[in-house]
């Protein structure tokens, strides 16, 4: 990977912020850390200095030379050295009259801020000072130390250990950097970079690249391969569904013209056959209208139905008038089913609604005949208005629909509960819905029947 790439990708960002997080965990440990090592390296002090005090004891009559005072207050790294026990002066090395310490610190009501600040401010301070450092000896409980050293050592020595600190983080930080950024990039990155590049390839060509291979992990990573694998799945039998169509509407559009004089010739011959008195004839007459009729509607659905946006030109209609034609239309033989279904509406006289009356008749037809084949002695349509628009009830007293059906209900060539059905019918009525700008759905379903409702939305009046 070039190196500008790599800058700008997710990997490297992961690496910089896992630096960046380890060294801030680093220093929030260092703060403490600074501040009790010059704690202890008081307390050291002190416990020397005690140790060298009592030297006094083993001395005759408790008196030692100068020599031997000015020995042991260097061995410590002190200017003066005093003992207490029980508030009295018991112990006392070098003089502190020529003394003057900058700055007294007692460790005995020292806080824990207090012991922070103070550590900083050593470390930020360059000039040298005589300080005086007062605390309980760690040697023995019941005795004070109170000692009077140079800073400098001190600060000498928290600036060795901040170094040996930076550089034992700046090993845990790139050694943990290290193995972070090369774990997610594994777990991570890598899948995504792979799921990246197929979503890729296949927008630039859906139907040649291969489907994403579903993943087995349970995190989001695999979930995220799977619907992924599962998308492209779905939309390759889309695109090929939709291709199918494309074939079928323009073989349709070539062969109509043909299929259309053979349909008009046989009707001639229905027409003649239908005059004839011979007892054999009138019985197959009625099928064969039926036949002829089946293969107009079928033609005439396929061909519609490869129209993307049907042409749809609204005007005024009152509804329950329109849905009476309709059921003449069922009265008089206009479904060629074996049994025909009364048509029940239940509309207002005064509903009127804006729709295409030859588009959205078949609609209503689509939905009726649908149900009639189905074996629905009763269709009742019914339609009331709010303020959201209106809405259209087909319900009949059907059998119900299996739930395979219902999953591809509306899909074309897939919907159909018939063996011999083409499954159009309700994709047809899909489509006119959605140009009038409305919806449609299955309500409900079940042995007592089922229910189609059509929302149309309220007609924007023009200005």
Known sequence: MPFDAF??????????LTIGFVMLAEVLIYTPSIARYRETYMEEKLASAHLAALTIDAAPDRMVTQDLEQALLAHVGAHAIDLFKDGQMTHMLGSEDSLRPAEAF??????????IMDAFAVLLRTE????????????????????????????????????????????ISFITAALVFFSLRS????????LTQSMTEFRRDPEETPVFP??????EIGTAARELASMQSDLKAALR?????????????????????MLATASLVYDTLSRSEDPHVKRVVPTLYRTIDRAINICTQTLNFTQEHPPVSKAPVRLREFVAEIAEEIDTGFFPAERQAELVPDIPEELTVEIDRHQFHRVIANLA???????????????????????????????????TVRVTLFRP??????AAGTGLGLAIVKDLVLAHGGTVELAHTGPEGSCFRILLPVEKRKR
């Not at 400098?152 to 600190?165: C, D, G, Q, W, Y």
């Open 128 to 171: 040298d000072r005589l300080i005086q450092a007062t605390g309980t000896s760690p040697k023995d409980a019941e005795v004070v130390v109170s000692v009077i050293f140079n800073e400098k050592p001190m600060r000498a020595e928290m600036l060795a250990f901040s170094e040996r600190i930076l550089a034992l983080s700046l090993i």
């Open 7 to 16: 800058t700008r990708s997710l990997s490297a960002r992961l690496l910089v």
């Open 369 to 403: 005949r649908n149900a009639a084949e189905a074996g629905a002695e009763r269709i009742r349509i019914s339609a009331r208005r709010d303020d959201m628009g209106t809405e259209i009830l087909v319900e009949d007293d059907g059998p119900g629909m299996p739930e």
């Open 187 to 194: 777990m991570l990155v890598r899948p995504m970079q792979r």
């Open 413 to 418: 060539f897939a919907g159909s509960t018939k």
């Open 106 to 115: 007692d460790l005995r009501t020292a806080m824990a801020s207090d012991l």
């Open 241 to 261: 569904q939709k291709t199918r169509l494309a074939t079928l509407g323009a073989t349709v559009s070539k062969v109509n013209h043909d299929l259309r004089n």
């Open 214 to 219: 579903a993943s087995s992990r349970r995190d």
